[in-house]
């Protein structure tokens, strides 16, 4: 039996109206191609908003042996970091 692919979605938030279609479109991906996705919702890297930069925790709590491959959208996470933190993420 083969075994039935896990990915990691990595999106800022799914309540904005510009990042909710991202994920939807996500899961209808997953679906159509028999795998598992799993969101983590870590708002924007290093944000300056209030206590939203606390929310990036989330993205080292990812058990790697468990994850086949993370989908990031940088689109919206990457507002308070330069290209080479993004490559560093």
Same mark, same amino acid.
């Given at each position: 039996?083969?075994?039935? +692919? $896990? +990915?990691?979605? *990595?999106?800022? !938030?799914?309540?904005?109206?510009?990042? *909710?279609?991202?994920?939807?479109?996500?899961?209808?991906?997953?679906?159509?191609?028999?795998? =598992?996705?799993?969101? *983590?919702?870590?708002?924007?890297?290093?944000?300056?908003?209030?206590?939203?930069?606390?929310? $990036?925790?989330?993205?080292?709590?990812?058990?790697?042996?468990?994850?086949?491959?993370?989908?990031?959208?940088?689109?919206?996470?990457? =507002?308070?970091? !330069?290209?080479?933190?993004? =490559?560093? *993420?």
């Amino acid at each position: 039996m083969k075994k039935r +692919l $896990n +990915l990691a979605f *990595f999106i800022a !938030n799914t309540i904005q109206p510009w990042q *909710f279609p991202q994920w939807k479109s996500a899961i209808e991906a997953a679906r159509k191609n028999d795998v =598992n996705i799993i969101c *983590f919702s870590g708002e924007e890297l290093k944000s300056q908003r209030n206590y939203a930069a606390q929310a $990036n925790v989330i993205y080292q709590l990812i058990d790697k042996s468990r994850i086949d491959g993370i989908i990031i959208w940088t689109g919206g996470m990457t =507002n308070y970091v !330069n290209e080479s933190e993004i =490559n560093s *993420f």
